[in-house]
């Protein structure tokens, strides 16, 4: 067997690079972290979030407002207390201070009141916001087509859905609250200084500019710095996430010094933006400290002349040091509030570029869709069609320049030739993972692109080389094939394709968890999973890409008896690794550079003189050694 044929050891594990990718154009954008998102992608995705909840919403701010309105009362109670209150009680009258005493009272309790009914409406308001954006993430991510999958990797999701929506939840649980409540406490103190004294108001007001000036600065740079933070934070899980499922090879190649440096450059990298992030943050903290304490300086100051000169009440100068005082403190808390909300507008940012993508590969609107017509014989196959197919990968070149196939229903058709050579491309097209550039591939003279998503999932079933299990049982992961099926179906499939003995030697026979001690199950045992999930789901055409990880004598055989039973009168494309599937075929394709070079019966071919012939030649000998 030479290097050069179809039988190449494939990575046999999910997450691996299977394939050399084709370099991708410039600028293109699945080459950064995030997606685009398209203007006002981010505002449109935060207001289609909260929509539903617009009542609460209302209901949230009023609380907020009328709690905020309650708590700025003290300040003007003590102002009432010092200026009426203890001169009355110098004249023996109590009323007024003890009115103050109970009227305080009164606020806190009101307030606290407010605040709770507040916390617990706006608690509802982000519980929903975030289980909704889980849900769309989820949801828009699983209907994304293959190839989205095979560009944007997994570890960039998990991102998206772990520490971006977490981004998002920090600010809905705690920036947003005290940001609003810090710019409403601006609001109404603003005013109610002016009220008690225009000058002393005019100076607190005239140092809002300066204020103003630094959060926009604080804003802009910090801004660059959290989109780079949230990059970084990514770049940490991807490296994760792909050494972690690629863990076999990088054990197998001793991979792990390397990565263990890679790791560490992205790991300074965040930490490096986390730092910077926290640099500018400090120096917004001590710009906007100093503006505050000299404005309070100027005002005590100044209110202290005038209180002498008698231009000016005691209380009033004393309630509006206790305004100035609720209006600077937050001040170091903004700059926080603000850093929750550039990392979640950030992440935002990027959450709406990914919910832009749409489907390369979209599902028929229903008035489109044509149904198969109905099967005349038997047997499920069907006939299959391409009709001058034409197909590239959006990063690369031509791989199929115009093919013609048609295989008849029922066929079993080996599809072998060298690494590249565009079988899995042709299996692909085939499964509708991609459609053709141009042409059609056609099931039955039914465009593959008219067929329901049901029907299509009917029609043309793939099995893939790692035969996957999810987590749960093996009846469970069998009745994938059919989600209706009884134990009875599943039973009866596995006893079909001869995996029924070893499933009921495992700790809990078919209840046995797959994922769980004692429920390991090896690779040919998985392979007999797959093609029992496969017969129960009937379709007509079956596509196997055949696993290459070889299996010892006994396991080759199950695998090869049940690949015979999952076939039967199905029109079957196996590519094919294994000198026994393809004597198993009524017919050969050899595939080079996208075309088909040779076709015909395997016997055919093997007397022929062609490169199937040599192939063949290869094989036995590497059998028989
Ligand atoms: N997702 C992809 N994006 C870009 N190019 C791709 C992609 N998948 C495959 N290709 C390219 O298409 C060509 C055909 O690949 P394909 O996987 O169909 O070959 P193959 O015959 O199945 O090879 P093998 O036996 O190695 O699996 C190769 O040049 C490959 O680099």
């Known amino acids: ?34 997606l685009p998102a398209p203007p006002g992608a981010t505002r449109t995705l935060l207001l289609s979030l909260l929509a539903p909840l617009r009542g609460r919403v209302v209901l949230a701010t009023v609380l907020l407002l009328v709690q905020q309105a309650v708590v700025q009362a003290g300040p003007l109670l003590v102002a009432y207390a010092i200026d ?6 110098r004249a023996g009258d109590h009323g007024p201070l003890i009115a103050v005493g109970i009227g305080y009272l009164l606020c806190a309790a009101l307030s606290g009141g407010l ?21 769309r993430i989820f949801r828009h991510a699983q209907a994304l087509s293959v190839d989205f999958h095979e560009r944007y990797t997994s570890g960039r ?3 998206r859905s772990t520490t971006d929506v977490e981004s998002l939840r920090e600010l ?14 601006f609001l109404y103190i603003s005013v109610m200084l002016l009220w008690l004294d225009l000058g002393l108001g005019a100076v607190a007001v005239a140092s809002f500019v300066p204020l103003y000036l630094l959060v926009r600065l604080y804003q802009r740079r910090a801004g660059a710095l959290f989109r780079d933070r949230s990059t970084a934070i990514a770049a940490v899980i991807v490296k994760f996430a792909e050494t972690m499922n690629g863990i076999r090879p990088v054990r197998a190649f001793r991979r792990e010094r390397a990565n263990d440096a890679e790791f560490a450059v992205l790991n300074s990298r965040h930490e490096r933006t986390n730092g910077s992030a926290m640099l500018e943050m400090a120096r917004y903290v001590i710009g906007s400290r100093l503006v505050a304490n000299i404005a309070v300086a100027g005002i005590v100051l100044w209110g202290a002349y005038r209180v002498a000169d008698g231009g000016l009440a005691l209380g009033v100068l004393a309630a509006a040091v206790l305004y100035l005082r609720r ?7 903004l700059g926080m509030f603000l850093n929750s909300y550039q990392s979640a507008a950030a992440s935002l940012e990027k959450i709406a570029g990914l919910l832009a993508q749409t489907p390369t590969v979209p599902e028929p609107p229903a008035a489109v869709t044509r149904p198969l017509p109905a099967l005349e014989s038997a047997h499920p196959g069907r006939e299959v069609r391409f009709d001058g197919v034409r197909f590239a990968y959006r990063t690369g070149g031509e791989v199929l320049p115009r093919f013609d196939l048609t295989l008849p229903a029922g066929q079993t058709v080996a599809v072998v030739g060298s690494t590249g050579a565009g079988k899995s491309t042709l299996a692909k097209l085939l499964a509708r993972f991609y459609d053709p550039t141009e042409g059609s591939v056609l099931l039955d003279g039914v465009d593959l692109r008219e067929l329901s998503g049901a029907e299509l999932r009917r029609g043309v079933v793939m099995v893939t080389q790692e035969a996957f299990l999810f987590s749960g049982t093996v009846a469970e992961n069998i009745a994938i094939g059919r989600p209706d099926a009884t134990r009875e179906d599943i039973e009866h499939a596995a006893k079909a394709i001869g995996a029924h003995d070893f499933i009921m030697s495992l700790p809990d026979g078919y209840d046995t968890d797959v994922r769980k001690r004692g429920g390991r199950i090896s690779a040919g045992q998985r392979q007999l999973v797959a093609f029992a999930r496969a017969l129960l789901a009937d379709p007509a055409v079956l596509i196997l890409d055949e696993a290459t990880s070889s299996l010892d004598i006994p396991g080759e055989r199950a695998v090869q008896r049940a690949m015979h039973t999952v076939l039967r009168g199905r029109t079957a494309v196996v590519i094919a690794h294994r000198l026994s599937t393809v004597e198993i075929a009524d017919r050969v394709l050899v595939m080079e550079h996208g075309r088909v070079v040779e076709d015909g019966a395997p016997a055919e071919l093997v007397a022929g003189s062609g490169s199937f012939a040599d192939l063949h030649r290869a094989w036995r ?5």
């Open 157 to 159: 999701l998990i991102s």
């Open 172 to 185: 809905l649980s705690e920036g947003l609250q005290e940001l609003i409540t810090v710019l409403l406490s």
């Open 1 to 34: 067997m030479t290097s050069s044929t179809s039988v190449r050891e494939k990575p046999a594990h999910p997450g691996e690079p299977d394939l050399p990718e084709a370099p991708a154009p410039a600028g293109d954008p699945f080459d950064k972290d995030d």
């Open 327 to 333: 209006l600077y403190d937050p001040i170091d808390r």
């Open 621 to 625: 000998d590497s059998v028989v050694s």
């Open 115 to 135: 605040q709770y009914a507040f916390i617990v409406a706006s608690a509802r308001v982000n519980q929903d916001v975030l289980l909704d954006l889980r849900g």
């Open 84 to 89: 009426r209150g203890v001169p009355a009680v």
